[in-house]
């Protein structure tokens, strides 16, 4: 419930127009919350109807994703393309592919990705897409084929001034390789209309990294404020993808040892701290499952079920898999187990009530749509690159985004202390976030 009965009539309307879809409630709860303060100084931007056109996408694609697998059987699945907001630059997003994916999904992730842009201070507008599509188990020659397909739909729709998608779950280096090529094909165009693409076709350097490290930078920043660090700091980081994987090696090069990550069967503990290496070689060569990190450390241990990574005693958690990994067991087992900070690499992966316990217990907290931005800003960057043919040193890179992430921690707190909600960074991300948004599409009218 609200204070204000304009905002319970407006989130009402949210839920009656998009039923079903319970993760994009939850997502637009969260920041209604926030803004609430917000409203009571600026009355203007209930009355231009800023909130109403904000929490319903400006356009929603769908489509259907057919081709033949190595059988030669016939499969679809369903891609989308939620083109959310576009009051402050092209929109701007990632795809993901896997089971779970459906429109309240994509809907949710576009959704944050709005404020998230606007964070990163980048001309960058918000939109997500994706498919059910589940790469795991696919040949080489399956993916291929179904990234090509796929894009054979998008392409009507996106541009290097228009939309420009990037990676997200299951979707990395590779399949943007493919569907970069299926773009190029049909469209005759050599131009930035994806990031996180490869060094070779004018990709940059530091995005790969870009997420992970840039989880770190704000952290540290955050860590910075109270008088902690990473230095010594225990660590646990769910997941083994691109986000965790470069969280874990910013984190161990910040002075902290990681001590256990996960994937979706099960996680592992390495009292030792994980050796990145080898990790890497298991997830980003083999595409393998995390158990298999046994064989060579034989001093480690492996659990199935991977949401008991957060009964791990730690100081510092990086939730780095997925939305609502972390529920109100999982937040009170880390409190239990001595965290003070939690600091969202992947996007809402802490329920509401998580980020109630944390709050309750005065442990510091990032939420993703500031900390996660890493990846994007450097998307960003990338196309900045595209745009003058040029391509910047990693070193040039690491170090614009490290800038990025600490000025998007500075700007949530200072707007958290300046709307009388000190330390609070949900409040002050969603806020910083919206004024910047809010403002452009006042500018530009009704539209
Ligand atoms: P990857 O596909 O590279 O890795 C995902 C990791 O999370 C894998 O270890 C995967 O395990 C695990 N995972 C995925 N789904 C589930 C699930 N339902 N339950 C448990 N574990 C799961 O993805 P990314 O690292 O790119 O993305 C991770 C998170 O970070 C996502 O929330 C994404 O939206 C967010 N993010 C990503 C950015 C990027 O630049 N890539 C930028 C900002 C946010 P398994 O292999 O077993 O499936
Ligand atoms: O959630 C995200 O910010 C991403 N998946 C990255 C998006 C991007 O365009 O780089």
């Not at 059988?71 to 576009?86: D, P």
């Not at 690159?385 to 600490?406: A, H, P, Y």
Request: aromatic residues 10%; charged residues 25%; contains cysteine.
């Amino acid at each position: 419930m609200f204070q204000s009965a304009y905002l319970n009539d407006l989130m009402a309307r949210v839920v009656a127009r998009n039923a079903g879809e319970p993760e994009f409630h939850q997502a637009v709860r969260e920041v209604l919350e926030s803004l609430e303060p917000v409203l009571a100084r600026h009355p203007e931007y209930v009355e231009s109807g800023v909130l109403e056109r904000l929490v319903e996408p400006e356009r929603i694609i769908k489509f259907r994703v057919p081709w033949v697998n190595d059988e030669g059987r016939v499969v679809v699945n369903r891609g989308f393309r939620v083109q959310f907001n576009s009051a402050i630059g092209p929109y701007k997003g990632g795809l993901r592919f896997h089971p779970s994916v459906y429109e309240g999904i994509i809907k949710f992730l576009g959704f944050e990705q709005v404020f998230k842009n606007s964070l990163t201070g980048l001309p960058i507008g918000g939109g997500k897409g994706g498919s059910d599509f589940d790469p795991k188990g696919k040949s080489e020659g399956e993916v291929m084929r179904f990234c090509q397909s796929f894009m054979t739909e998008l392409y009507k729709y996106i541009g290097k001034d228009e939309d420009v998608p990037a990676g997200d779950i299951g979707v990395g280096g590779r399949e943007i390789g493919y569907l970069y090529g299926q773009y190029k094909r049909i469209t005759g165009l050599y131009e930035g209309v994806l990031t996180g693409k490869g060094l070779t076709y004018g990709g940059s350097l530091a995005r790969k990294e870009a997420t992970g490290y840039g989880l770190c930078y704000f952290t540290d920043a955050m860590l910075r404020d109270a008088g902690k660090s990473f230095a010594g700091a225990r660590v646990i980081i769910s997941g083994s993808g691109n986000v965790a994987i470069y969280a874990c090696e910013k984190a161990t090069e910040l002075g902290a040892m990681v001590v256990a990550m996960s994937d979706s069967n099960g996680y592992i503990v390495d009292e030792d701290g994980i050796d990145l290496a080898a990790l890497k070689e298991i997830k980003e060569v083999r595409r393998g499952r995390i158990r298999e990190y046994l064989k060579d450390h034989p001093k480690a241990t492996y659990t199935e079920g991977c949401r008991g990574i957060f009964t791990v005693p730690c100081d510092i958690a990086l939730p780095s898999a997925t939305q609502n990994e972390i529920d109100e067991a999982s937040a009170e087992a880390l409190v239990r187990g001595g965290t003070y900070a939690v600091a969202e690499g992947a996007n809402m992966p802490s329920t509401p009530e998580a980020i109630e316990v944390f709050r309750r217990a005065g442990v510091l907290f990032a939420p993703a749509k500031a900390s996660n931005a890493g990846g994007v800003a450097t998307s960003a960057l990338e196309m900045t690159q595209n745009s003058e043919r040029l391509s910047w040193t990693f070193d040039e890179v690491d170090r614009k985004l490290k800038g990025i992430m600490e000025n998007i921690y500075h700007n949530a707190a200072a707007t958290a202390k300046e709307y009388g909600m000190e330390g609070n960074l949900v409040a002050g991300a969603n806020i910083a976030g919206f004024l910047k948004v809010a403002d452009a599409m006042m500018a530009q009218g009704v539209v």
